[in-house]
């Protein structure tokens, strides 16, 4: 299959059906490859064991951002979305060395820079999960997953992406849904 083009107009529904689970399937590969579970471990670590958690996102991704914090509820954990009302610069703030953030942009929000440089600066430990090997956020975070960026390769780019987080995501709450009921 050419991921170039997933689909073509003239093709079949099954077709397309093939089509898009070949890319899933490819997409899931890809990003399993590349994650460290050291990394997600710390994460994990970090979700389960600070008072407050925070959680950045925009656009798309945070509606895989809420879907995440609905899993985390049930696992009695209660993070706070930052970036659901536009609050996210008087949040960092007021978040210190007991609380975590955790960012999930594919490309990098440089919108957050100023959040994160606070962040740092109060000492709260920063977890990011993007695909973009140049994101200006990197610098200040503690804990890093670095997906592969595929978006660009694929017409239908955000399915890939959002793909990619969820996948992430749903294996660092399986591994915060082994801890906490082990």
């Known amino acids: 299959m050419d991921y170039t ?5 003239n093709e079949t529904t099954e077709e397309i059906m093939k089509n898009m689970f070949s890319l899933y399937q490819e997409s899931i590969k890809q990003v399993y490859s ?12 970090e979700i389960i064991h600070k008072k407050r958690i925070f959680l ?3 656009g798309d991704t945070q509606t895989t951002v809420i879907n995440f914090t609905n899993k985390l509820v049930k696992v009695n ?3 706070t979305l930052a970036t659901q009302f536009g609050e996210e610069r008087h949040i960092s703030k007021r978040m210190n060395k007991d609380d975590y953030a955790l960012i999930i942009s ?3 929000q440089e919108r957050l820079l100023e959040c994160v440089q606070t962040l740092s600066k109060n000492h ?3 977890g ?3 695909a973009n090997k140049k994101n200006s956020l990197m610098a200040y975070c503690d804990d890093l997953i670095m997906i592969p960026d595929c978006e ?6 955000t399915f890939y992406s959002q793909l990619a987080f969820q996948y992430v995501l749903s294996n660092l709450y399986a591994i915060i849904y082994h801890q906490v009921n082990d």
């Open 5 to 9: 083009t997933p689909f073509q107009f």
């Open 34 to 45: 590349s994650l460290d579970i050291n990394v997600l471990k710390s994460m994990a670590d």
């Open 56 to 58: 950045f996102s925009y």
């Open 77 to 79: 954990i209660f993070p």
């Open 106 to 108: 594919y490309r990098g």
């Open 124 to 126: 709260v430990r920063i």
């Open 128 to 130: 990011l999960i993007t």
């Open 152 to 157: 660009k390769e694929n017409r239908i780019s």
